[in-house]
């Protein structure tokens, strides 16, 4: 046995206790009362970075092949270069931390349903035919925001059909989305979302599970007062 | 004295009316011996226990329903559970036999379950024999045992046309397609030799004889250069004229066909009957084979119930892997033999003798109150259980033993060779297992190369940096508090960075090797100082790597290197604090044997928080798995003559009576 060796065995070992970890994907959207705003992605795996850290070293885990921090890096600077070529959309910056494991994507839209086409050429190009599942729209004449959202029925098949350890992933990983507003929020039809004490922004906070099983929707309706 | 040989004689003589075993009535030459020992196995679990548990329930339910009657015991099939089962096989250049031999206790019971529509068995004697369907196999039974065979033909046999011909067989292989499509003499050459080699004289099917001769007049006006073709091929007519005439013939068909390539039909129709004569032969030479093969059956079969011969109870390597304790077990004749009879179909590979050197192969199942056991073992051939033998020849430091907690550990893995022995023995053991294969004209460069490795390595001075043993030990896991980030949000939801912490629980292993010479290792560390990828404290030295998830540390004390995650196992090791305890088992697994490997599942039950394994439920699951199981564990046997051997056990838990009634109860559970 070399050294290599044992440090895999001991990479494996540390990865006993079943690849579950916990995770963050984080949504922010700050709405201007013109229609313009700011997304702001997040997804924060520090909390189980000694399980990525050991990951990392890896070539590959439980069958995938785990990425390195270059091609990472790489997907990371191609979904930016995508970004600044879309419609409405400017000012495209991107944070990496390989320390902490945490990585954020920010962009300037001109009006929310910028995003709605950036979903939807993603989807079309990785050739996922399902038809709009989320998608966001603002009415500047009435000041209602609006998120639709339809738990993606492929999603939760497909996840179906992994193996529970790999499902075990997504144990713990939460999903956190935020709207802020300039205008106070009158009302918020998602009953799982909660309004600030200033009643400037939205929170809505599930677990991934959830999500994919379809147990939450995390479509809403925000009216704002005129 | 007198009492004590009457003592001996009676054991004996009562050991011989025991050994009525149908073991006997294996040949020699048999190839593959497995065993079942039916009466090991039910003194683990009554025949009434069996008929109760739910695998017995389930078969007999089963085999009622399927044969329409109404058994209630397995003891209904007729069988005696009491001897052993065998299944054999014995393999030639042409056939290959599978047999097994079944100890019957009440032939009336066993008939009633074969003979359920119609009587298909025949009787001579006392014995009865019956004939499976397409005589694809026999059975032979009288009142104390059964005898099924079935056999298959060796394809490569009747491939070789001398050899088939003995026997008024033909290899058969469709040329039309080919003969057509390649307008070549070549083949046609080819395929005259091949069927002028074949002495036998079969009838060539008539239709396509007759329909080459309709066309040939006008085909041969048509074409000139085809014939030319058909010329050519003429030209060794003479030559075998005298032997068959007819077949001539039949080979001229393909350059007329060929020749004809303007008119389709004509070929195709052509085609296609020379592809159903093609089948309709292979047809007949298949159904030759058959009964060929069951010829030959009938009289092995024969020979088994009637004949003498010696058994293979007379081979040594057979006689010496049995042990009376095995519930099951599993030989097989040299491996070298295996390898060699099934070489021609493998072409040149075969020639190598790959497998030179390996001899037979022997495996155990026991089961007991304790665990069940696998014992695997290989016959080697003596110069090579020499080079194990001094390779094994190395015993595990004794002073890893007290770095062993056995109240905590999860598992360990070690190994002790003589490193010097290994370098040394390695090139030669490597030679002559790719020296053959590669080809005598590789040799010369095969003995250049491991002289060279020789020459580069001081064995004496390798073997005396790393001895060749070490250990790799997990003493437990244990609780670390690591920092993390996350989000909190003010009354605006606005998003604000905090770091928080959390315990993450983690293995503490200790990898260990002995070194008698720790100068380059110090040199090593040294230069890691120099350049600053190494830091030391109180002789601990600190491995400086980001990238590495846990810290790991190592130091060099009494002749062994230690390399641990734990700096407080370090410390306590530096400082001889070390209280640890070490089982009997432990003990003996280690010092006792070459290699060894042990995982204890109970010491990890609960030590894991639930929110690491993934939640509540997954926890219980996994904890609960991992009390059902005991200790698994492996080892090498020291080497017995020229048998290298190894263990693998698993302990059943308690409040179990036997490792078979457990494993009843594990399918029920699963089952469930």
């Known amino acids: 046995m070399n050294l290599k060796q044992l440090y895999k065995l001991l990479l494996f070992i540390l990865l006993i206790p079943v690849l579950s970890s916990c995770f963050e994907v984080v949504e922010e959207i700050s709405m201007k009362n013109d229609g313009t ?190 | 004295m007198k009492k004590i040989l009457i003592a001996i004689s009676l054991f004996l003589s009562f050991n011989l009316a025991q050994a009525q075993d149908l073991v006997k009535k294996i040949p020699s030459n048999a190839f593959t011996v497995a065993t079942i020992k039916g009466d090991n196995i039910f003194k683990l679990m009554f025949v009434k226990d069996f008929n109760e548990s739910f695998v017995g329930k389930k078969l007999l339910t089963e085999t009622s329903k399927s044969m329409d009657k109404n058994f209630t015991s397995i003891e209904d099939f007729g069988i005696n559970l009491e001897k052993n089962m065998y299944y054999f096989n014995q393999l030639s250049d042409s056939i290959t036999y599978n047999c097994f031999l079944i100890p019957i206790k009440d032939a009336k019971k066993f008939e009633s379950l074969i003979n359920n529509k119609e ?35 060796r394809g490569s046999f009747f491939a070789d046309s001398a050899k088939s011909a003995r026997y008024g067989i033909k290899d058969i292989r469709f040329q039309g397609e080919d003969a057509l ?8 050459a080819d395929s005259a030799v091949a069927v002028t080699a074949e002495p036998m004289i079969e009838e060539v099917a008539a239709p396509v004889i007759a329909k080459a001769k309709v066309q040939k007049k006008p085909t041969a006006k048509k074409n000139t250069k085809k014939i030319v073709a058909t010329k050519k091929s003429g030209k060794k007519k003479p030559a075998k004229k005298s032997k068959k005439a007819k077949n001539q013939e039949y080979e001229i068909i393909y350059p007329e066909a060929a020749s004809d390539s303007t008119g389709m039909t004509p070929v195709h129709g052509v085609v296609d009957e020379q592809y159903d004569a093609y089948q309709q032969e292979r047809a007949e030479q298949d159904l030759k084979k058959k009964r060929l093969a069951f010829t030959w059956m009938t009289a092995q079969a024969d020979q088994i119930f009637n004949g003498t011969y010696e058994s293979i109870e007379s081979n040594k390597s057979y006689s010496a892997s049995l042990d009376n304790k095995a519930i099951a077990e599993l030989w097989v004749s040299s491996l070298q033999d295996v390898y060699n009879s099934i070489a ?141 980030t996350t989000y909190e949000y003010d009354d605006d939801y606005n998003q604000k960075e905090v770091t928080k912490t959390k315990n993450e629980t983690l293995p503490d292993f200790l990898f260990m090797f002995s070194s008698e010479d720790t100068r380059l290792i110090n040199k090593l560390i040294k230069y890691g100082i120099h350049k600053s990828m190494v830091t030391v404290q109180d002789n601990i030295y600190k491995i400086q790597e980001k990238k590495s998830p846990v810290d790991i540390y190592f130091m060099i004390k009494d002749g062994i290197v230690f390399f641990g995650n734990s700096l407080s196992e370090m410390q306590s090791i530096s400082t ?30 609960g030590k894991v928080p639930d929110s690491e394994i993934g939640g509540e439920e997954t926890a219980k699951k996994f904890n609960s798995t991992l009390e059902k199981m005991g200790n698994v564990y492996m080892k090498s046997n020291p080497i017995k003559g020229r048998l290298v051997s190894a263990d693998i056990s698993a302990e059943i838990p308690n409040g179990h009576e036997n490792a078979l009634k457990y494993l009843f109860s594990l399918i029920e559970n699963a089952a469930k």
């Open chain 1, 37 to 226: 705003g700011d997304v702001v992605l997040t997804i924060n795996l520090s909390q189980s970075k000694t399980k990525v850290a050991s990951v990392m070293l890896l070539d590959s885990v439980q069958g995938y092949k785990v990425p390195s921090k270059q091609k990472i890096q790489q997907e990371l600077n191609e979904a930016v270069a995508y970004l600044k070529k879309s419609e409405g959309i400017s000012n495209v910056k991107s944070t990496s931390d390989f320390n902490n494991y945490i990585a954020t994507i920010s962009f300037s839209f001109k009006d929310v349903s910028n995003i709605n086409n950036i979903t939807k050429n993603i989807l079309a190009q990785q050739k996922i035919k399902a038809t709009n599942t989320s998608s966001y729209t603002y009415n500047k004449a009435t000041k209602t925001f609006s998120r639709k959202y339809q738990a993606i029925v492929t999603a939760k098949t497909e996840f179906n059909k992994l193996k529970a350890k790999d499902k075990a992933v997504f144990n713990g990983a939460t999903y956190t989305s935020i709207y802020r507003f300039e205008s106070l929020v009158t009302s918020s039809t998602n009953p799982a979302s909660n309004v600030s004490k200033s009643k400037k922004a939205v929170m809505l906070k599930s677990s991934i599970m959830d999500l994919i099983n379809g147990k939450i929707n995390v479509s809403n309706t925000i009216q704002l007062s005129k």
């Open chain 2, 344 to 484: 021609p179909e493998f072409g040149t590979y075969g020639k190598a003798g790959l497998m030179k050197g390996y001899g037979s192969l022997n495996a155990k199942l026991f089961m007991d109150n304790k665990s069940f056991r696998i014992s695997t073992g290989l016959e080697l051939a003596q110069n090579q259980a020499d080079a194990y033998k001094k390779i094994m020849n190395r015993k595990l430091n004794k002073n890893f033993l007290k770095y062993v907690n056995s109240e905590k550990a999860l598992g360990f893995m070690s190994y002790s060779i003589d490193s010097k022995a290994y370098l040394e023995e390695f090139p030669k053991l490597l030679k002559q297992t790719y020296g053959s294969f590669l080809g005598a004209k590789m040799d010369e460069e095969i003995e250049l190369g491991t002289d060279l490795l020789s020459l580069l390595l001081d064995e004496e001075a390798v073997s005396k940096v790393i001895k060749g043993d070490a250990l790799f030990v997990i003493n437990g896991l244990k609780s670390k508090e690591v920092t993390y």
């Open chain 2, 181 to 188: 499509a390649v307008d070549s003499t070549a083949v046609l």
């Open chain 2, 576 to 605: 001889n604090q070390q209280n640890n305890k070490i089982s009997k088992l432990h003990k003996d697994l280690l010092s006792k044997n070459n290699f060894s490997f042990l995982f204890n599942a109970k010491n990890l039950v």
């Open chain 2, 119 to 153: 009587k298909k068995f025949t009787q001579q004697g006392d014995i009865r024999t019956m004939v499976l369907p397409d005589s694809t196999g026999i059975i032979k039974w009288n009142n104390n045992m059964l005898y099924f065979v079935t056999g298959s033909i």
